[in-house]
């Protein structure tokens, strides 16, 4: 997994988000939405795309773009710096080999 490839290919929008701010959340857009089209990666090879897949299929669309939001603080650079690092959380966790099951013995008991 290359981060520097993969990081060139999101896509970020910004929008108004709900909740606290008073007047000033009427008019400025902080919420901070993060698209990243796993299918049409350059980042990833073939076999890391259909683990993620795999793992993240409840996230990612039929069109196999994964979308993650962060509306958490009142910045737009602080969500959008939350959703990078939630992103390549999100890719770390899915990308680890599962680990292999070690059978045990019945106890007699």
Avoid: W
Avoid at 49 to 71: C, F, N
């Amino acid at each position: 997994m290359d981060t520097k490839k993969i990081t060139g290919e999101l896509n970020f929008k910004a929008v108004r988000s709900s909740g606290s701010g008073g007047q000033h959340v009427n008019k400025v857009a902080s919420k901070v939405e993060l698209y990243f089209n796993v299918h049409d990666s350059n980042g990833l090879n073939p076999h890391e795309k259909k683990q993620i897949s795999r793992a993240l299929k409840h996230r990612i669309s039929q069109d196999g773009i994964l979308k993650l939001t962060a509306d958490s603080n009142r910045s737009q650079h602080k969500n959008k710096a939350l959703v990078i690092k939630r992103f390549l959380g999100l890719l770390r966790t899915a990308l680890q080999p599962k680990k292999k099951r070690k059978h045990t013995k019945i106890p007699k008991s």
